[in-house]
C-alpha cells in the first residue's frame, strides 16, 4: 500500500488525501502572508482604539521579531521531531496569538500577543514548504509554483481590500479573529489526513544556539528598523545593536562547529547551489519588499491614485510573477531543467527596476504598469525556484533547515531592503522638498517623508507639486540602487549547477547531490 502511494507520487498521479494536505497547507500559507497586509490597514482604527500611537511601529516590528527569530527554530524541530507535530503547534499558537491580540485592551498587550502570533507565523511558512518537500519530489514540486505564487499575489492584493471591508463593517478586533475560522480548517485537514513518518531524535535542543542566533537576528532586525527613523544611524543604540548582533552571529557560527545537534547544521553550506540560492534570495526579498513599499507610494502621490485599493496597484506586477511562476513550475516539471530561470529572473529584475527608476512625475500609469510586469516576470523566475533548488541540494534529514534557512535569508533580505532603500528615499525626499519648497517643505517632511492622501490633499498646490517631484527623484533614486542590488543575482546564477531534481523520470544519480527519496504513509 506505501509503496503504491510513493509509486503515485512520483508518477504525478497524487493521491486524494494529498491534494486534501495541500489544501490546507495553502490556507496555512495565506494565514502567515496576508495577516500583516489585513492588520496594516486596521492600524490607524486600531490607534484610535487603544491609542499609544508613539508605540505603533512596535505593532509590526514585535510580530517581524518574533517570526524572523522562530523560523530557524521551527525548522530544525521539524527535522528532529517529526514536521507534523511542529506545524500543529505553530498553527495552534498563531491562532492563540490572533485570539489575544483581537481581545488586547491596550497597546502593550497588543505588541505582545502580536508577539506570540509571530512566533507562530515563523512556523506556518517552513512548515508549508517542509512538508511539500517530504511528500513531493522534486522534479514534481514544480507543478505547485504557480499555487504558492497565486497565493502570495492573492495575499498582497486582498489584504488591504480585505482589512479595510472588515475594519469597516465589523471592526478592528475581526482583523485577527478572521484567522480563527481559516487556522481551524488548516489544523483540522492537516490533523485528520496528514500522515508522516514519526522521528524522534535523541539529542537535546541546542539552547545555546537558539539563543544566540536569536539575539543577532533580533540585533539585525531592530538595526534594519529604527537606523534613520528611531535612531540616526550612527547613534549609540544602533552601533551598540550592530555590535550585540555581529557578536552574537560569530559566536553562533563558532558553536555550530561544536553543538551535538546544531539548530543550523554548516554543511549545508558546503552546498554550492544552496549557498548560491541563500544569496539569490537574500537579494530577491530585498528588491521585492522595498518595490511593494514605494510603487504604491509613486503611484498615490504621483498619479493621484486612490490609497483605498492600494493592493490593486500592485497587479501588474504580481500578475506577472504569478503567470511567469506557472510557466517555470511546468517547464521545471516537464524539463527537469531550471538553472536558465534564475539567469532570465535575475535580467528582468535588473532591467524591470532600472526602467522604475526612469519614472517621473508625467509617467503614465500604463507605462509604469508595464515597467512593474518586467519586475513581477523576473520574480516569478526566482521566488520558488530559490526554494526548489535548496531543497534539492540537501539531505532529507536537512529539509526543514533547508526550508527555514531559505525563508529567513529572505525575510533578512526584506528587512534590509525597506530599510536601506528607505534611508535613501527619505534622504531624497527631504532634499528636494527643501530645494522646492524651502523651509516649509522641510517642515512638512521633517518626521516622515511618507505622507498620506489625507495630509497630502490639505498642502498648497505649489507644495503639493514640489512633493510629487520629490517622491518622483526618491523613487529613482530607491529603484535605482535596486537594480544595482539585483546584479549579484545574475551573477551568482550564472554559477548554478544544474544538479538534476530528484525524483523525475530522468533523473540520475550520476552527478547529483543524493538524497533519499520522500516515505509517504497511505492515508
Not at 468 to 478: D, I, L, N, Y
Amino acid at each position: 500500500m506505501m509503496a503504491d502511494t510513493v509509486e503515485g507520487v512520483i508518477a504525478g498521479k497524487r493521491p486524494r488525501s494529498v491534494r486534501v494536505v495541500l489544501l490546507a497547507l495553502m490556507i496555512a500559507m495565506m494565514l502567515a502572508m496576508l495577516d500583516n497586509m489585513i492588520v496594516g490597514t486596521a492600524m490607524p482604527t486600531i490607534v484610535g482604539d487603544l491609542g499609544g500611537l508613539e508605540h505603533l511601529s512596535w505593532v509590526v516590528t514585535s510580530y517581524t521579531l518574533a517570526t524572523a527569530a522562530s523560523t530557524p527554530v521551527w525548522g530544525k524541530l521539524g527535522d528532529m521531531y517529526g514536521r507534523k507535530g511542529a506545524f500543529l503547534s505553530s498553527i495552534v499558537i498563531f491562532l492563540i496569538g490572533s485570539a489575544l491580540s483581537g481581545m488586547a485592551q491596550d497597546m502593550g498587550q497588543l505588541i505582545g500577543f502580536r508577539a506570540v502570533q509571530g512566533l507562530g507565523a515563523g512556523g506556518l511558512m517552513v512548515g508549508v514548504m517542509a512538508i511539500i518537500g517530504d511528500l513531493v519530489p522534486p522534479r514534481e514540486r514544480g507543478k505547485y509554483q504557480g499555487m504558492m505564487a497565486g497565493v502570495m499575489a492573492l495575499a498582497m492584493i486582498g489584504g488591504p481590500l480585505v482589512g479595510g471591508t472588515i475594519t469597516d463593517n465589523w471592526g478592528w478586533r475581526w482583523a485577527f479573529y478572521i484567522n480563527l475560522p481559516l487556522g481551524a480548517v488548516a489544523l483540522a485537514l492537516v490533523t485528520v489526513v496528514l500522515q508522516l513518518p514519526r522521528k524522534r531524535s535523541n539529542a537535546g535542543i541546542d539552547y545555546l544556539g537558539v539563543v544566540l542566533l536569536t539575539v543577532g537576528i533580533t540585533s539585525i532586525v531592530l538595526v534594519t528598523t529604527w537606523g534613520g527613523t528611531e535612531y540616526a544611524w550612527t547613534s549609540a543604540r544602533i552601533m551598540e545593536l550592530i555590535g550585540i548582533g555581529v557578536a552574537a552571529l560569530i559566536g553562533f557560527v563558532f558553536w555550530q562547529t561544536k553543538a551535538a545537534e546544531p539548530v543550523l547544521p554548516l554543511h549545508i553550506f558546503k552546498s554550492r547551489n544552496f549557498t548560491l540560492m541563500a544569496v539569490i534570495g537574500f537579494i530577491t526579498g530585498f528588491v521585492m519588499f522595498g518595490a511593494t513599499l514605494f510603487l504604491p507610494l509613486y503611484q498615490q502621490a504621483v498619479q493621484g491614485a486612490s490609497a483605498t485599493n492600494s493592493g490593486l496597484l500592485l497587479l501588474p506586477m504580481l500578475g506577472a510573477m504569478l503567470v511567469t511562476s506557472m510557466i517555470a513550475g511546468r517547464i521545471t516539471t516537464s524539463s527537469g531543467r531550471y538553472k536558465i530561470f534564475p539567469i532570465v529572473g535575475g535580467a528582468l529584475m535588473i532591467v524591470g527596476l532600472y526602467l522604475l527608476s526612469t519614472m517621473d512625475t508625467g509617467t503614465s500609469r500604463f507605462t509604469s504598469g508595464v515597467y512593474m510586469a518586467v519586475v513581477g516576470a523576473g520574480m516569478g523566475c526566482l521566488m520558488q525556484i530559490t526554494m526548489l533548488v535548496a531543497q534539492n541540494s540537501v539531505q532529507m534529514r536537512d529539509m526543514g533547515v533547508a526550508s527555514s534557512s531559505a525563508t529567513l535569508f529572505r525575510t533578512l533580505g526584506s528587512s534590509f531592503g525597506v530599510a536601506i532603500m528607505g534611508a535613501l528615499f527619505n534622504h531624497r525626499v527631504q532634499d528636494v522638498m527643501a530645494e522646492r519648497a524651502g523651509g516649509l517643505g522641510s517642515k512638512i517632511t521633517a518626521k516622515s517623508a511618507q505622507l498620506d492622501a489625507d495630509s497630502l490633499s490639505k498642502l498648497p498646490a505649489a507644495v503639493r507639486e514640489a512633493y510629487q517631484h520629490a517622491v518622483s527623484s526618491g523613487t529613482h533614486s530607491a529603484f535605482l540602487l535596486g537594480a544595482v542590488i539585483a546584479v549579484p543575482v545574475l551573477i551568482a546564477a550564472l554559477f548554478v549547477k544544474e544538479v538534476p531534481l530528484k525524483g523525475g523520470p530522468k533523473a540520475s544519480g550520476e552527478g547529483a547531490e543524493t538524497a533519499p527519496q520522500p516515505v509517504i504513509e497511505a492515508v
